[in-house]
């Protein structure tokens, strides 16, 4: 069985009746909900969405019970790639109308997009590639799901695998504030 959204009570419940396979939720350097992330607060414009479990690490929890863990979203709906403006968005866009894209919350968000960058650049490599190689050092049962609409953002994506981030990378990423604004 796989589940999406579900905090670890609910997973556990389901896990007792049948084996879970795969969770699926939000997670990039943005949205850690899954991670139990303690550095969320609420005052801060941030809202906790579902998958968050103040009481622990959803990820944890499925590599402890050998479940695959399939985080949607994990370039920030493509904020984290660098290649997005506030106002550059289509009529009918989702994110047109997501408090994180909104101008205030885009601009504050922006020391997050520049940490993904600044290291992309020291490695000749993408944002996109630096999230999800942050991504896939998390845990061994990650298995992101990037969209993409073109064969080169897909071979670049892949591609994020053979990125090896150094330790202090990995803990300047972990140490990212957390993302302005909900997620929906």
């Known amino acids: 069985m796989g589940l999406s959204e579900v905090s670890i009570a609910q997973a556990e ?9 795969t969770i699926q ?26 998958g ?4 622990g690490d959803l990820l944890a929890w499925t590599r402890d019970q050998g479940v695959a863990f399939v985080p949607f ?12 403006s506030a106002d550059g968005f289509e009529s ?7 408090p994180r894209f909104a101008a205030d919350a885009f601009l504050r ?22 999230s999800l190689a942050w991504l896939l050092r998390l845990a061994g049962n990650i298995i992101p799901i990037p969209g993409t609409r073109s064969g080169g953002h897909l071979a670049e994506n892949l591609a994020a695998v053979e990125l090896h981030l150094t330790e202090d990378e990995q803990v300047s990423l972990d140490q990212l ?8």
Not at 73 to 84: E, F, I, N, Q, S
Not at 117 to 127: D, E, F, K, L, N
Request: proline share 8%; charged share 15%.
């Open 92 to 98: 009918g866009d989702f994110r047109a109308t997501n």
């Open 177 to 184: 504030p957390v993302a302005h604004g909900s997620r929906y």
């Open 25 to 50: 939720s939000e997670l990039s350097l943005w949205t850690r909900d899954p991670l139990g992330d303690p550095t969320f607060d609420a005052s801060e414009g941030g809202a906790a969405g579902a």
């Open 52 to 55: 968050t479990d103040p009481g």
């Open 73 to 84: 979203a994990p370039l920030g709906r493509g904020y984290l790639t660098g290649t997005l």
């Open 13 to 21: 419940a389901a896990h007792a009746i049948h084996p879970v396979a």
């Open 109 to 130: 968000n922006q020391a997050i997009a520049d940490e993904v960058a600044r290291i992309a650049t020291a490695h000749g490599s993408t944002p996109a590639q630096v």
